[in-house]
């Protein structure tokens, strides 16, 4: 069974907020609210090109205030760290709540996860 996105049928687009800040070589990226399928796709763009063009070293995505993650949301941040080393960036993922950590393990994806 899968769990619908709490917005489901509204027709209003889901919130997402992305604060971004840059220490030195560290990029920290903080994602609050809701990834899903609706917005996946633009999330993984406009952060991989943040990721690029800030010419970080290392990236830091918190997910402590993420409240919904689904499949699609998942892969997107999945791919965003396993792009950046073709960059010569490290990207980890950290506190992700239960529930995501969930399906990022289930992904194959707990090597990507600092807490």
Do not use: K, Q
């Amino acid at each position: 069974m899968t769990t619908p996105s709490p917005y489901a049928g509204s027709g209003a687009p889901p919130p997402l907020n992305v604060a971004i800040e840059l220490r030195g070589e560290r990029l920290v990226i903080r994602i609050a609210d809701y990834i899903d399928t609706a917005t996946a796709a633009s999330l993984f763009t406009r952060l991989h090109t943040l990721i690029l063009t800030t010419r970080a070293a290392h990236v830091v995505i918190d997910l402590g205030g993420l409240d919904f993650c689904d499949a699609a949301g998942a892969r997107a941040l999945i791919r965003l760290c396993r792009t950046a080393p073709d960059h010569g960036v490290t990207c980890r993922l950290h506190h992700p709540r239960p529930h995501i950590r969930w399906l990022l393990r289930n992904f194959g994806a707990e090597h990507l996860i600092d807490i």
